[in-house]
């Protein structure tokens, strides 16, 4: 091999070895190294690393001579056995880790960053005139859809409103167990996942790594096919359904109608562009409703673009924030998936379907999991490394702004404009979840008080100082005032622990 162009594991659409202005050489081998050393590192779910490794060996299928696969304990071993000092070059890695690890290397090449719509010298333009006001996504969001014409009637959003939030807020329909939406696709496995889960079973007697969490049957993309077959089985049958119900939660039903794309997305399978665009044909075609088109649009021009790009722009102290002073150690259950130790219904269900799947929807994550631990003072470093190691389509780009701005307010409003968490009332609002839990959602004190009601109190009390001052917690914050019960609350908070609830 003369020259070589190196794919990470994240990297493994058409976008990263199509040779255009700032691509790789169209005659250059291409190189992928699957590195034992990076699941040593952390305790990954056991789904997540089976994913990772499926798809990086049916690329390599799919890519044959073309590629050389090295299979070695580093990526600095790797690429000593591939190219020895031969020249490569690589797309600009997705972690500040492996970033500055290529840019030392002195006989790789960085090209700019593929997968994403928003290029990384047009947001720091926008954030720069932006930053005194905040960098707010619905800003951000508005900014993308003219910038790419999406969804745009001349200069004007489609249907006349850019957000269409209120819309999509909807409670589950009363009594469903489950929404009725057409199932998802989901792939079969074949001989590169029973070799898969063969090297896992090994690597885990041998004692080299460990895993968290189940490996059933993959349900989840390995390969550009089933990417592509998972988008339109999605745009053409659940997408129409998609808005509405967004927000809601169902014991029997996790995955509702969401797209489960995430993963395909950040393996780099799907690109956004064909994502948002067949959505958008499909809304201009008559074949799904405006507001679950917007939904899905802001999910992927909005929201991941931003995270992506607020990762690089805020910088690796960004990691360190921890503005509300949290510190508690994530308790074993926690950190086990142990959901059968949980006797609150909601988290049980939510830490089971974790467990189980390394999966659950956007709200589960924030208003769950991400709630529950902040009231009790989590500490959010520690957080986001569970969801980078716990979520099949965790990685740090998409873990470190999601935790420690969206979910745990550890930046102290630089993402946000209020931490997002709530007692038991809106889990009953929005879901299921409720129903035959031993837990009452509008009792905060007593044998049967809620853990996220009372948690929701005691959290505004030990931040009465900071949220006072914050026009969307204000209110909350002077109802404090009006419980008479609220010694004998943070007592039983204090006497509750880290004990699973």
């Not at 590629?67 to 020249?87: C, I, N, Q, W």
């Not at 109608?257 to 958008?280: F, I, Q, T, W």
Request: hydrophobic letters at 35%; one cysteine or more.
């Amino acid at each position: 091999m003369t020259r070589a162009h190196w794919l990470f594991g994240d990297q493994l659409g058409p976008a990263f070895i199509a040779a255009d202005t700032g691509g790789p050489d169209p005659d250059a081998g291409l190189l992928m190294i699957e590195s034992r050393s990076v699941f040593r590192r952390r305790r990954f779910h056991r789904a997540k690393a089976h994913l990772i490794l499926s798809a990086m060996r049916h690329r390599a299928a799919e890519l044959g001579d073309r590629v050389t696969y090295v299979r070695a304990d580093s990526y600095r071993e790797g690429l000593r056995k591939a190219v020895g000092r031969k020249p490569v070059t690589v797309h600009h890695p997705t972690s500040r880790r492996a970033a500055d690890f290529v840019n030392a290397l002195a006989n790789v090449t960085v090209l700019p960053p593929r997968g994403f719509l928003v290029t990384r010298e047009d947001f720091a333009s926008w954030a720069d005139a932006h930053e005194h006001g905040g960098l707010r996504l619905e800003q951000f969001y508005r900014h993308v859809r003219r910038e790419h014409d999406l969804l745009m009637e001349g200069s004007e959003p489609a249907g006349g409103r850019w957000n269409l939030d209120h819309d999509n807020r909807e409670s589950p329909p009363p009594g469903a167990r489950k929404l009725g939406a057409p199932a998802p696709y989901r792939p079969r496995e074949n001989d590169i996942d029973a070799e898969v889960r063969h090297d896992l079973d090994r690597w885990e007697r041998d004692g080299d790594v460990s895993f968290v969490g189940r490996d059933g049957p993959r349900m989840f993309p390995a390969s550009r096919r089933e990417a592509l077959a998972a988008l339109r089985r999605f745009v053409e049958h659940r997408l129409p359904g998609f808005g509405a119900h967004e927000d809601a939660m169902l014991a029997a039903d996790p995955v509702l109608s969401h797209s489960l794309l995430s993963s395909s997305l950040n393996l780099g399978l799907l690109h956004p562009a064909e994502c948002v665009d067949r959505a958008e044909a499909a809304w201009r075609s008559g074949e799904a409703p405006l507001n679950s088109v917007e939904g899905f649009v802001r999910q992927i021009a909005g929201w991941r673009e931003y995270v992506w790009h607020l990762y690089w722009y805020f910088g690796e102290d960004y990691r360190t924030s921890n503005a509300l002073g949290h510190t508690t150690r994530l308790p074993s259950w926690w950190n086990e998936l142990d959901a059968d130790a949980v006797t609150a219904h909601c988290l049980s269900v939510v830490l089971r379907q974790v467990r189980d799947t390394g999966w659950t929807h956007h709200i589960p994550r924030l208003m769950i999991l991400g709630s529950y631990a902040l009231q009790r003072g989590w500490d959010p470093a520690a957080l986001t490394d569970w969801f980078h190691r716990s979520f099949i389509d965790g990685y740090d780009w998409v873990m470190l702004p999601n935790v420690v701005g969206m979910s745990q307010y550890a930046d102290g409003g630089r993402m946000t404009t209020k931490p997002y968490t709530s007692g038991g009332a809106y889990i009953d609002r929005m879901s299921d979840l409720c129903g035959g839990c031993r837990y009452r959602p509008d009792r905060r004190v007593g044998e049967d008080a809620c853990p996220y009601t009372a948690g929701y109190w005691s959290f505004l009390r030990r931040h009465r100082s900071l949220l006072r001052h914050n026009a969307r917690t204000s209110g909350p914050v002077s109802g404090l005032d009006r419980l008479s019960d609220l010694p004998q609350l943070l007592r039983q908070e204090q006497e509750r622990g880290d004990a699973a609830p």
